[in-house]
T-cell receptor
Framework: GAGVSQSPSNKVTEKGKDVELRCDPI?????LYWYRQSLGQGLEFLIY????????KSGLPSDRFSAERTGGSVSTLTIQRTQQEDSAVYLC????????????FGPGTRLLVL | EDQVTQSPEALRLQEGESSSLNCSYT??????LFWYRQDPGKGPEFLFT???AGEEKEKERLKATLTKKESFLHITAPKPEDSATYLC???????????FGTGTRLLVSP
């Protein structure tokens, strides 16, 4: 079975432009997470989707960040009016759900804002 | 506040030189401690989950152990291919996310 996939793998954009990052979780996984990893920093939680419940958006750093999950599967993280400090690796993870299980990560999208 | 601290930040070993990485945690009601390996340019790769003090798990040259306050990742006779960043994480109190340490960068020289 395929793992978590993310696209694009790399994205270079100009300050002020909007970007969309995509995540395809492992089939059947009900929980999906977005994290951000900046150079020299630990992984920072952004948002959590569990089934049809309202997402936990408590980690989103500003209202320029939003995410959606369509049909309980694919998720898109959107960053509007990008800033240089948004440059980081954006990681998606999924887990089966039910609590206690391992999160499996995708390869990440490396975002560079010039 | 839920917190994970890893030490050392970086570790350089000669091939065959065994050592241990430390992960100390503060969380209300531990519901698992996770170890991941991350290679440059890749996402974290799952290694182990430990649930209770005294539990141990092994995989090749790696053994993870857990106490009530910390976990150790023991590396026995490491090889250059063990070079990576090792991350430790715990679920937060509400289990909405994993709280990660900043990792230990391990370099094993031939």
């Amino acid at each position: 079975g395929a793992g978590v996939s993310q696209s694009p793998s790399n994205k270079v954009t100009e300050k002020g432009k909007d970007v969309e990052l995509r995540c395809d979780p492992i089939s059947g996984h009900t929980a999906l997470y977005w994290y951000r990893q900046s150079l020299g920093q630990g992984l920072e939680f952004l948002i959590y989707f569990q089934g049809n419940s309202a997402p936990d958006k408590s980690g989103l750093p500003s209202d320029r960040f939003s995410a959606e999950r369509t049909g309980g599967s694919v998720s898109t993280l959107t960053i509007q009016r990008t800033q240089q400090e948004d440059s980081a690796v954006y990681l998606c993870a999924s887990r089966p759900g039910g609590g206690g299980e391992t999160q499996y990560f995708g390869p990440g999208t490396r975002l560079l804002v010039l | 506040e839920d917190q994970v601290t890893q030490s050392p930040e970086a570790l350089r070993l000669q091939e065959g030189e065994s050592s241990s990485l430390n992960c100390s945690y503060t969380v209300s009601g531990l519901r698992g401690l996770f170890w991941y390996r991350q290679d440059p340019g890749k996402g974290p790769e799952f290694l182990f989950t430990l649930y209770s003090a005294g539990e141990e798990k092994e995989k090749e040259r790696l053994k993870a152990t857990l106490t009530k306050k910390e976990s150790f990742l023991h590396i026995t006779a490491p090889k250059p291919e063990d070079s990576a960043t090792y991350l430790c994480a715990v679920p937060n109190t509400g289990f909405q996310k994993l709280v990660f340490g900043t990792g230990t960068r391990l370099l094993v020289s031939p």
